[in-house]
């Protein structure tokens, strides 16, 4: 890869870059519309500074999201978001190369209900290879964004990347989560994303190399076995727990890695999965029902628009579909008289949201 450096940091990547970053989210805003005013200027002055090593990462901005669950998120500033997406664009087939299949996160053509089909497909597999004698490995590692050893992950991607050049962009990004915390990568990276698979890519290949698990699937931290028997499942979980602290510096989730039998189905990406069905998780299902009961108070204050509320109820829908929950959503809207089904969509229906909301300004 003698050009890699050149390739990632052309004008026509950074150019491809900025477009992508122009699709996000609202936090980049303002600082979008300043750069865009002079964009050609900006993105010269960017790659300059890229290929007279003048580029210095420019910090982060904190935030909390509350779903899927609170956290905090440091956010880069917008100039470094651009530098991250130009390398994720050349830097994520030349890794993707070596990531297993089972593999499912932040890649293309993957992603939860990928993997939730794999796991329901293992589980149909394992049932006929090794019957109801089956045991199941849930494997999870305990606040693994937070707990990545940032010098463990550059020896890792060293094996594959040899630019210098390359190189220093990469752990100058790294290097910037000592602005947050000792170990970790913070969450609002993009580059962190492609760093997380980079590095649990490690225990993926020694099991599937080492260990030899057929059925195996991992999504992000969480990983699910299926093995022939409790004691394979007791030895695997055993090699999961020590792979982590011997070689990644991590800790298993003592909470969350457990084994049990195959009968038990197992919860994973956001589904109850069994061989023959799954269910959407209760804690889902209380989520949604919470968050469909604040809507009103919150269109009606001014914080959410009925064209966000329109779009989680899509979203909450496709999730939904993806189980043997077809009468959940029903449900909803049955209870929920601002809530209408309209070609087999739930929408907002704006008249009897406005009689909703007026008769809880009344009631107040």
């Known amino acids: 890869m003698p050009n890699l450096f050149n390739e990632i940091f052309s004008m026509e990547n950074l150019k491809a870059a900025y477009q992508k970053s122009l699709k996000g989210g609202g936090k980049y805003k303002n600082e979008s519309l300043r750069f865009q005013r002079n964009e050609a200027v900006n993105l010269k002055a960017l790659r300059e500074s890229i290929h007279n090593k003048t580029y210095r990462f420019g910090g982060y901005k904190e935030f909390t999201v509350y779903e899927p669950k609170e956290r905090v998120i440091n956010a880069p500033y917008y100039k470094d978001k651009i530098i991250q997406l130009a390398l994720i664009e050349r830097l994520n087939p030349i890794f993707e190369k070596s990531f297993i299949k089972e593999s499912y996160a932040c890649m293309v053509d993957k992603g939860t209900h990928a993997a ?32 990545i050893d940032r ?16 190189l220093w962009v990469m752990d100058l990004i790294v290097d910037s989560g000592d602005l947050i915390s000792e170990k970790g990568l913070p ?8 760093c997380a698979n980079i590095y649990l890519n490690e225990f993926d290949q020694y099991a599937k190399r080492c260990l030899q698990y057929k059925y195996y699937v991992r999504y992000a931290d969480d990983v699910v076995v299926i093995l022939p028997k409790k004691g394979t499942a007791k030895r695997a979980k055993t090699e999961f727990e020590n792979f982590l602290i011997n070689h990644l510096n991590l800790k298993p989730n003592p909470k969350k890695t457990q084994i049990f039998p195959i009968k038990q189905g197992v919860n994973a990406y956001g589904y109850k999965i069994y061989k023959t069905h799954r269910l959407l998780r209760n804690e889902s299902k209380k989520k949604i029902k919470r968050k469909i009961k604040a809507m009103p108070w919150l269109i009606g204050q001014g914080r959410m628009s009925i064209n966000k509320a329109n779009e989680m109820l899509g979203s909450w829908q496709g999730h939904a579909e993806h189980a043997s929950s077809r009468n959940f959503m029903q449900g909803i809207a049955n209870k929920r008289p601002f809530i209408s089904i309209e070609n087999g969509v739930l929408k907002i229906n704006e008249e009897e949201l406005n009689c909703y909301i007026e008769k809880i300004v009344n009631t107040d």
């Not at 794999?118 to 707990?147: E, P, T, W």
């Not at 992950?153 to 210098?164: A, Q, V």
């Not at 969450?187 to 492609?194: A, D, E, H, P, R």
Request: without cysteine; proline residues 0%.
């Open 151 to 166: 010098e463990i992950l550059k020896k890792i991607y060293r094996k594959k990347i040899k630019d210098e050049n390359v």
């Open 116 to 147: 939730v089909n794999q796991v329901q497909n293992n589980l149909r597999g394992a049932y006929r290879n090794y019957g109801s004698d089956a045991y199941i490995l849930k494997g999870d590692v305990s606040k693994f964004f937070y707990s």
């Open 187 to 194: 969450l609002g990276n993009s580059l962190s994303q492609l």
